[in-house]
């Protein structure tokens, strides 16, 4: 596996491998990786002969009180388990290489309206930041394929609205969430949650659970949002939101709608956990 931190180091390896008509896959990752992203990564060469693993802790997706400095580093570990995979390419840049002329400075990617629901509202120019080192990334490796997990289900939604509205050539793959036995979806922040947190953590997919099969059962949508939070609350969370929309769009639930995703995040003391499932009714 080659270790590569600068961009130019990086275009002319995947150059390379362009001309010799080799399919080309990215994983983007902040690192920490857990097995959801093995998952990604293993995925990732079904899809192509050659596999980017991107780690870059992206200082513009977090806001000003959020945990970048707290955000886990575990940067041997990390390639140690890419080499295990055979994964081709670790890109690892500095921030400099990324962010040259500053965050402020630097020219943005907003998808309007996706990025402002749930937890775009909840962490104003998350998704922005997120859109912007996505589709910077996606101009660095050019890859045929993209590949992400379904846990950070409103990203996945940003990422692929970006990509059909900036007509970027890439196929854009969801997988589902990796859990932990009791349900709790894997997660780098889950590492900073107490025992006596860990135990409650469940709480939060079990919820979604719940949620998911009163509305087989055909409770209102809108009653159900408001019936998780004191659930939540019972549970040892503080809920930021519970909200039933379309999979495919994130609006409000229509009548005719089939595929349903019911999403959440809560806090469980300063750690903010979000997961998602996804019903068919
Ligand atoms: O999901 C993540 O780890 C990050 O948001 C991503 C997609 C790598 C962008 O920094």
Redesign the pocket.
């Known amino acids: 596996m080659h270790h590569i931190t600068q961009i130019a180091e990086l275009r002319s390896k995947i150059a390379k491998w362009r001309f010799a008509g080799e399919r080309i896959a990215l994983v983007?990752?902040?690192g920490n990786l857990h097995r959801g992203h093995l998952a990604l990564v293993q995925a990732a060469q079904q899809q192509a002969q050659r596999v980017v693993v991107?780690i870059?802790?992206?200082p513009l997706?977090f806001g000003a009180n959020e945990d970048l400095d707290a955000y886990p580093r575990t940067f041997e570990q990390d390639q140690q388990q890419l080499a295990a995979l055979g994964c081709d390419v670790l890109f690892a840049p500095p921030v400099f290489e990324v962010y040259p002329h500053g965050q402020t400075a630097q020219t943005r990617v907003e998808v309007p309206e996706l990025s402002d629901i749930l937890c775009g509202a909840s962490r104003p120019g998350h998704f922005v930041?997120?859109a912007t080192?996505?589709c910077k990334?996606f101009n660095m490796v050019q890859p045929n394929v993209a590949l992400?997990?379904e846990k950070?289900f409103q990203?996945l939604l940003v990422?692929r609205r970006m990509v059909a509205d900036l007509n970027l050539p890439i196929d854009i793959i969801g997988l589902p969430t990796v859990r932990e036995a009791d349900g709790l979806a894997l997660s780098?922040r889950n590492g900073y949650l107490s025992t006596e947190d860990r135990g409650r953590a469940s709480g939060l997919y079990q919820t979604l659970c719940s949620v998911s099969r009163a509305l087989q059962a055909g409770t209102p949508a809108a009653e159900l949002e408001q019936l998780a939070i004191p659930a939540l609350r019972l549970a040892g969370f503080q809920p930021d939101y519970v909200a039933v929309r379309s999979a495919a769009t994130l609006a409000p639930v229509m009548p005719s709608d089939t595929e349903l995703v019911i999403l959440a995040a809560a806090y469980l003391g300063h750690t903010r956990l979000i997961d998602n499932l996804r019903v068919r009714r």
Do not use: R, Y
């Open positions: 983007p990752t902040m991107s870059f802790v992206n997706q930041g997120v080192v996505v990334l992400f997990g950070d990203q990422i780098s």
